[in-house]
């Protein structure tokens, strides 16, 4: 039977887009089922309004902080439609380079429409039947929604909607102290909401070294965030000003505007696994080390194989994906030490395992030295925040 195309890919983000262009290098027939907008998280609801919109939030701050130098300045005014116009224009920027227009120039065909597979070898489409020779799931994922009482009926945001604002809320309280919590509580803070960050855990940025979570805990207070841990969220409610919530504790939060950001979850409903013979659990396509799910003709990336969640990730694995069905020498393309930052005010970047992970695996000979960067000339002539360099090492019998 002839083929349709050497490589359908279903998901037109970081991943597919990546697979995709490289795949055109090697001369092969390829076209992305996209069934929202191409460009994924990263440029519509991610990486790019949240980074546009921490700019602002960021000026804002240097403006307020800018007597601390022996420069006196008036207070900045925020014109929060204005800032999100800059965001949106932003965002629009970056897609031009991700367009329908630009891909099918490139010679990538771009299909509107949920895909599901119907055996191993043919997808459906908008009531179309495509087979190809490979296949790329690069599905991603969506917001987390924790099952609390009442949060259903209120006009909660989460990362994907937050971008619809027109106004800045007064009062915002945001459920969950992870990266994406902590970005968003610290930028509206900075520009002029009164924030509340809620986190059921004993702490913020649990992925992370518990001096770098303290150091951004005390960074969101001394901002003037009313932070919060060991306060799960139990209930939430409309009230006549706003919303109210309440915690497992019994203390209670009065918002205008209420921020979800406990998690995403990646896309495996409705594509079809079960037909196509691909194996899944844990709510995610499962995968080898080459990225080849159970099927030797169908593979997956990024997002919906449950591993980290960024967008260079997902890059990265959706090109591997590509190289490893085409090409011979298949390379291994599941990493574990994966560099990642939080861009918060101040940012955390983080790669390899943590001190304690490291001494569950490799036990007490696991050695941890931290250099304060207010040691450095250029930190301290800076002004920044008080922040650190820390190593976590196994050394060897030879070492």
């Not at 599905?139 to 909660?156: Q, R």
Request: aromatic share 6%; with cysteine; glycine share 10%.
């Amino acid at each position: 039977m002839k083929k349709d195309y050497d490589l359908l890919i279903i998901g037109g983000g970081s991943a597919g887009l990546t697979a995709a262009r490289f795949a055109r290098r090697l001369e092969l027939t390829v076209a992305i089922v996209e069934k929202g907008r191409l460009g994924g998280d990263c440029t519509w609801t991610g990486c790019v309004p949240s980074k546009a919109l921490l700019k602002a939030a960021r000026s804002a701050h240097t403006i307020n902080d800018a007597s601390r130098f022996g420069v006196t300045v008036t207070e900045p005014v925020v014109d929060f439609r204005s800032v999100m116009g800059r965001v949106n224009s932003m965002v629009q920027g970056i897609f031009e380079s991700e367009s329908e227009e630009k891909l099918r120039a490139e010679g990538i065909d771009v299909i509107e429409g949920e895909a599901r597979f119907i055996n191993s070898k043919t997808v459906l489409v908008n009531g179309r039947e495509i087979n190809a020779r490979r296949y790329l799931i690069c599905a991603g994922a969506s917001p987390v929604i924790p099952p609390i009482e009442g949060l259903a009926d209120v006009d909660y945001l989460t990362y994907e909607t937050i971008w619809g604002l027109e106004e800045l809320p007064a009062r915002l309280a945001v459920i969950g102290g992870g990266p994406i919590g902590c970005e968003m509580a610290q930028a509206f803070c900075r520009l002029g909401s009164s924030v509340v960050l809620l986190e059921g855990a004993p702490r913020i940025m649990l992925q992370d070294e518990p001096e770098a979570a303290e150091a951004i805990a005390q960074s969101l207070t001394d901002d003037g965030i009313d932070l919060r841990i060991s306060a799960a969220v139990q209930r939430v409610e409309k009230t006549a000003s706003g919303v109210r919530l309440t915690t497992d504790e019994g203390s209670q939060v009065e918002a205008d505007r209420v921020l979800v950001s406990v998690g995403r979850r990646p896309h495996v409903d409705g594509l079809g696994l079960v037909e196509a013979s691909v194996d899944y659990g844990g709510g995610v396509v499962l995968v080898n080390k080459h990225l080849r799910t159970s099927r030797s003709n169908i593979y997956a990336a990024g997002d919906c194989t449950g591993g980290y969640q960024f967008t260079h990730y997902a890059g990265y694995q959706g090109f591997m994906a590509a190289r490893n069905a085409f090409l011979p020498f298949n390379k291994k393309s599941v990493l574990e030490g994966v560099p990642w930052a939080t861009f918060t005010d101040p940012e955390v970047a983080h790669v390899g395992l943590t001190e304690e992970q490291a001494k569950v695996r490799y036990g007490a000979k696991v050695e941890a030295n931290t250099w304060p960067m207010q040691e450095t000339d250029r930190w301290i002539t800076e002004g920044d925040s008080p922040g650190f360099l820390k190593v976590v090492i196994c050394p060897t019998a030879n070492s």
